[in-house]
């Protein structure tokens, strides 16, 4: 038997001196393979602070764009209704709701004790009652504003905010 | 045995924010195009559905000569209920349909100072009882509304700009396009 394999058992370290030294040479190797593993290549430091870098700027692009996102990104605007819209939606609604009210008094004789006696009603408005034929309907303004319709004198602002509501051919 | 050269085939803290900004980014530019094209594809829809009620209500009008009796807010008008599209719903999950009607008196007389809408000749004044039959006959003319109530005011301020100011208003959050009486079809 020749001894040419070096992986077959051979008798000689089987000697408690030969697996003392493989032992010792085996955790060198592993203690070298350790230490190489632990020594950071040359330019590792650099690419770290790069990437971090990067992912820094590219966060806080991230934030801007969600934050307040340019057309190039949103696309179309769409906007709110303005402050001034919705002062004419709130006339317009009075004075519909004020029409409805001139033609209860008109068909009963008298005018409606609360705006539930309406076929109709638009959210948020009041009626308010001066006499017999004078009425008041007050709503307000997200802001708080009130804005009141008064019968004796209708303000022409709340008609010209409801256009569409005149009667065909008026001026 | 050469080992393999640390850092090359291993993910480092770097490398995960790096990722990790890189999908923030991602997001924040598709976000905000994505809801946009919801909120107009919305927009869109509304508006198709508004003039489909018009039309319906139209049709009616002219078969009938008044408009449809009014319904709550959700719910299809029996009487325009034949003149809609098979399926048509007064439900979307974004936005709520209605239909009713408003009533006004004939103008005041351009004359009169105060602008106040006058009694019926006789006057009613003092206080007359309520008729007994309901049949006195006012010169009043009848609206026809559409209303869109969305929980999202741009949609109400697109319908606005679409339809324009002079059929339309927004009030809190509903938009209401208004039919007149000789018109609207």
């Known amino acids: ?7 077959a058992p051979v008798h000689r370290i089987s000697r408690v001196e030969d697996r003392d030294r493989l032992l010792a040479e085996t955790l060198a190797h592993a203690e070298a393979h350790e230490a190489h593993y632990k020594v950071l290549p040359a330019g590792e430091p650099e690419h770290g602070r ?3 870098s990067l992912a820094a700027v590219l966060l ?10 340019p057309r190039w990104v949103a696309g179309v605007e769409a ?18 709701q004020a029409s409805q009210v001139e033609v209860f008094r008109l068909r009963e004789g008298r005018l409606p004790e609360h705006l539930s006696e309406l076929p109709v009603q638009m959210p948020g408005l009041t009626l308010v009652r001066s006499n017999n034929r004078v009425f008041q309907i007050r709503g307000r303004l997200a802001d708080g504003e009130l804005l009141v319709f008064d019968s004796a004198q209708p303000s022409p602002a709340f008609e010209a905010a409801a256009p569409g509501l005149r009667a065909q051919g008026t001026p | 045995m050469t080992p393999p050269s640390p850092g090359r085939g291993g993910v480092t803290s770097g490398d995960v924010l790096l990722a990790l900004a890189s999908l923030a980014l991602v997001a924040a530019l598709a976000y905000p195009r994505t809801e946009r094209a919801l909120l107009w594809r919305t927009v869109a829809a509304a508006q198709a559905d508004v003039e489909t009620i018009r039309a319906a209500a139209a049709a009616f009008r002219d078969d009938a000569g008044g408009w449809p009796a009014p319904a ?3 719910k299809v008008p029996a009487e325009m209920a034949a003149r809609l599209p098979p399926g048509f ?3 979307s999950g974004s936005y709520t349909l209605e239909w009713s009607r408003w009533e006004r008196v004939d103008p005041p007389d351009p004359a009169d100072p105060e602008g106040v809408v006058q009694p019926p000749p006789g006057g009613f004044e003092p206080v007359l009882p309520p008729p007994a039959d309901s049949e006195v006959q006012v010169p009043v003319e009848t609206l026809g509304a559409v209303t869109v109530h969305a929980s999202d005011e741009r949609v109400l301020a697109a319908l606005l700009e679409r339809f324009g100011p002079s059929e339309s208003f927004v009030r809190e959050r509903s938009w209401t396009l208004v039919l007149p009486v000789g018109g609207g079809g």
């Open chain 1, 1 to 7: 038997m020749t001894n040419t394999d070096s992986d």
């Open chain 1, 60 to 69: 806080v692009l991230a934030a801007w764009i969600a934050l307040t996102p």
């Open chain 1, 50 to 52: 790069w990437k971090a």
């Open chain 1, 79 to 96: 906007p709110f209704p303005t402050a001034g819209e919705r002062d004419r939606g709130l006339r317009a609604a009075i004075w519909m």
């Open chain 2, 89 to 91: 719903s007064f439900e």
């Open chain 2, 72 to 74: 709550e807010a959700g």
